[in-house]
Antibody, heavy 119, light 110 residues
């Protein structure tokens, strides 16, 4: 059974870079059709798709986040990561990592990790 | 970027049936948007119920079904249970493998 677990700092200062890692267990991150993605949810608000990555390294990002997002894969550790640069208070949210069957929606979700942007 | 719209809230009686819809600002929703549906209860991560319009995961209760209806994606709950009270989100995929979540529907079983 596929399991995902987010990890990273719970507090980030404004203008700095938010960095999160998702550890995958129960499947290889290099498996044939797997995409891996990030989703966030500000407190009391709805879900926002951040982006996803294929095992080949091809990435797809939410245009509204422009060039602030970097998603990468580390196959040796069975992990993938999110970097979000130049954060502001508006980036405060629960961040979820997810496994996708293809370049569509998320099928399996991590438990989420709360990241607060504050000085 | 497309806007994906859902009903803000619905109320369903225990044992009753309700249909939630998911519309796109770009036009009719089709199977090529690969519609997904998720359930989220307070304090929990979302759980995927439906993928690719109408397919269920192994953990999806049989009372949930997905379809296309009148140019929108639809999630039907037949025989609502108290534990179905939750927020429901849809997700549509657009060109370039980019996705957009819907605005969410709060379902109350009362």
């Amino acid at each position: 059974q596929l399991q995902l677990q987010e990890s990273g700092p719970g507090l980030v200062k404004p203008s700095e870079t938010l960095s999160l890692t998702c550890t995958v267990s129960g499947d290889s991150i290099s498996s044939s059709s797997s995409y891996w993605g990030w989703i966030r949810q500000p407190p009391g608000m709805g879900l926002e798709w951040i982006g996803s990555i294929f095992k080949s390294g091809s990435t797809f990002h939410n245009p509204s986040l422009k060039s602030r997002v970097t998603i990468s894969v580390d196959t040796s550790k069975n992990q993938f990561s999110l970097n979000l640069s130049s954060v502001t208070a508006a980036d405060t949210a629960m961040y979820y990592c997810a496994g996708h069957r293809g370049p569509t929606g998320p099928d399996s979700w991590g438990q989420g990790t709360l990241v607060t942007v504050s000085s | 970027q497309a806007v994906v719209t859902q009903e803000p809230s619905v109320i369903v009686s225990p044992g009753g049936t309700v249909t939630l819809t998911c519309g796109s600002s770009t036009g009719a929703v089709t199977s090529s948007h690969w519609p997904y549906w998720f359930q989220q209860k307070p304090g929990q991560a979302p759980r995927t119920l439906i993928y690719d319009t109408s397919n269920k995961h192994s953990w999806t209760p049989a009372r949930f079904s997905g379809s296309l209806l009148g140019g929108k994606a639809a999630l039907t709950l037949s025989g609502a249970q108290p534990e179905d009270e939750a927020e429901y989100y849809c997700f549509l995929s657009y060109s370039g493998a980019r996705g957009v979540f819907g605005t969410g529907t709060k379902v109350t079983v009362l």
